[in-house]
Nanobody
Framework: QVQLVESGGGLVQPGGSLRLSCKASGRVFDIYDMGWYRQAPLRTQRELVASITRAGSTNIADSVKGRFTISRDSTSNSLTVDLQMNNLKTEDTAVYYC??????????WGQGTQVTVSS
């Protein structure tokens, strides 16, 4: 079992910045990829924002390239993935979810954190 704790969402004006953090604890030894997804208002599906593998390879959505960066840190019993979001736009408004991928095919989702970009 993995516990995911997300933090850092909130309200920001266009052009502003936010930093989201997701800490995974518990069964982290078999996590090979970890990332952030988002679900915009009135959308039914979550889309990839950015992800990072245990080896440090990143995958960034075209819509946020040049504005968002993802980084990770690890200890013996936890993994933390941070999403730095700069030059935020109104279309970045969404609920952001942390997701982990495990060898064997299982995934875990965080509870979600709201990001609202509005003047």
């Amino acid at each position: 079992q993995v516990q995911l704790v997300e933090s850092g969402g909130g309200l920001v004006q266009p052009g502003g910045s936010l930093r989201l953090s997701c800490k995974a604890s518990g069964r982290v030894f078999d996590i090979y990829d970890m990332g952030w997804y988002r679900q915009a208002p009135l959308r039914t599906q979550r889309e990839l924002v950015a992800s990072i593998t245990r080896a440090g390879s990143t995958n960034i959505a075209d819509s946020v390239k040049g504005r968002f960066t993802i980084s990770r840190d690890s200890t013996s019993n936890s993994l933390t993935v941070d999403l730095q979001m700069n030059n935020l736009k109104t279309e970045d408004t969404a609920v952001y979810y942390c997701k982990t991928f495990h060898y064997g095919g299982s995934v875990d989702w965080g509870q979600g954190t709201q990001v609202t970009v509005s003047s």
